[in-house]
């Protein structure tokens, strides 16, 4: 099985799915078959085929971290391996549940000789809330206007139907982002060698699946 094709079977999994069973639980049925309808459409529409991808290099960029100070991905890529993740925003809960188990594998991956970093598209003051919320110790750059998510191939745009539903929910995308396009980044994490080659690639377009920190470790050369 390629590193593309992985699948997260262990501890971040099961939580995602925990999280998932309870929520669609919570919610009326046609709004659950709404979200996993759109999903699919998601999937079909041919997104996650068009993303970077094992064995491409890792297009070059300079985002600004919490403290608005740039960060370049030469510049990481010169002191070893980026392990690269892309997530929705600080208002998704499984983002959330993402990153704080990816800060859980911080030392793991610095032993390694890696540097974890992660993107979103949230205006910088939600960025640094985030980051403050859950201790992070990692980088978190705001792509704002999702430049950069749309070099790596992953942008797209939410849904009328979902743009309603998340607003029924009282998730306000637009306000996180400083725009209303409600465009988004597919969950996505990359390996990125010294070279700039993608050495591993975790796309999906079911935002409740994310690559296992696990998988991530075992693929930093």
């Known amino acids: 099985m390629s590193p593309t094709a992985t699948i997260a079977t262990a501890s971040l999994a099961a939580e995602l799915k925990a999280f998932q069973d309870k929520f669609m639980a919570s919610i009326p049925k046609e709004v659950g078959e709404l979200l996993l309808a759109k999903t699919e459409e998601l999937a079909k ?47 998704c809960p499984y ?15 610095q032993a390694k000789g890696a540097t974890l970093v992660a993107i979103s598209p949230e205006l910088p003051d939600y960025v640094v809330k985030k980051t403050q919320e859950e201790s992070l ?21 939410l849904p009328l139907e979902l743009q309603k539903a998340y607003a029924e929910f009282g998730l306000d995308v637009p306000s996180h982002n400083g725009d209303k396009t409600f465009q988004l980044p597919l969950p996505a994490t990359y390996v990125i060698d010294k070279d700039g080659l993608v050495t591993y690639a975790f796309v999906n377009a079911d935002y409740t699946k994310r690559a296992e920190p696990e998988e991530v470790l075992k693929a930093i050369p």
């Open 95 to 109: 983002c959330n549940i993402t990153v704080h188990n990816l800060q859980q594998y911080m030392s793991k991956f």
């Open 137 to 157: 110790t990692f980088p978190v750059l705001s792509d704002v206007g999702m430049t950069v998510g749309m070099k790596f191939g992953l942008k797209f745009v």
């Open 45 to 91: 529409s041919g997104v996650v085929e068009s993303a970077i991808k094992v064995g491409d290099k890792a297009p070059d960029f300079v985002l600004p971290d919490v403290e608005g100070n740039p960060v370049s991905l030469a510049e990481l890529r010169a002191k070893g391996p980026v392990v690269l993740t892309f997530y929705r925003g600080s208002w």
